[in-house]
């Protein structure tokens, strides 16, 4: 079974610059995860999907990120413009359910802001 | 949300058995309790989840005493590949925002 697959896995950007990640998630998983990972801290979430729909955007930077997941699979995340303090890794993640208590996780991508 | 407490970090040596421990008082009545392994520059892996008493896997072993109020992650005969940061949660599903603290880091000396 393929996993939830990212893309790029490394970024370097100059701040102010914009920035988008991509993530297909595993075949027939309805919940999209992304998260905001700083070195040394726990993974914390920025966006659930259900589907194409927005679950919790709660933590989301909403003035400098945006999340899509148009047709109910691949999403993207979008930075722009980027700072310094959102060097982190990204982590997209999906799940079978909304119920599902696992998730699945794909392999991040960097991003370092300089 | 319930919120878990569990050491920042744990030295081990190869083949010993390894239990880390995880603190949650408020767990409700719906949460079952979930540990991650996650490697360095990967995404966390799910090892195990339980409600109570004991459940086992091929990789691990999770313990929860009568109360809930804490559970103890063994990993038997730990090996230099085990060494990674193990985060305990404590979820019910039904769209309650998953808390991740900082997890143990764990490293296993040969």
């Known amino acids: 079974e393929a996993g939830v697959a990212q893309s790029p896995r490394y970024k370097i950007i100059e701040k102010r610059q914009s920035v988008a990640f991509w993530c297909n998630p595993i075949?027939?998983?309805?919940?999209l995860y992304w998260y905001q990972q700083i070195l040394g801290q726990g993974p914390k979430l920025l966006i659930q999907?259900?589907?194409?729909?927005?679950?919790?955007d709660s933590q989301l930077p909403k003035d400098r990120f945006s999340a899509e997941r148009l047709k109910g699979v691949d999403s993207t995340l979008k930075i722009q413009p980027a700072k310094l303090e959102d060097s982190a890794v990204y982590l997209c993640?999906?799940?079978?359910?909304?119920?599902?208590?696992?998730?699945?996780f794909g392999q991040g991508t960097r991003l370092t802001v300089v | 949300l319930a919120k878990t407490t569990q050491p920042i970090s744990m030295d081990s040596y190869e083949g010993q058995e390894v239990n880390i421990t995880c603190s949650h008082n408020n767990i409700a009545t719906n949460d079952y309790i979930t540990w991650y392994q996650q490697f360095p520059s990967q995404g966390p892996r799910f090892i195990i989840q339980g409600y109570k008493t004991k459940v086992t896997n091929e990789v691990a072993s999770l313990f929860i005493p009568a109360d809930r109020k804490s559970s103890t992650l063994s990993l038997p005969r730990v090996s230099l590949s085990d060494t990674a940061v193990y985060y305990c949660l404590v979820y019910a599903g039904n769209n309650r925002k998953l808390i991740w603290g900082l997890g143990t880091s764990l490293a296993v000396n040969p």
């Open positions: 999907f259900q589907n194409n729909g927005v679950v919790d």
């Open positions: 993640a999906s799940s079978l359910t909304l119920d599902s208590r696992m998730a699945f």
């Open positions: 075949s027939g998983h309805a919940t």
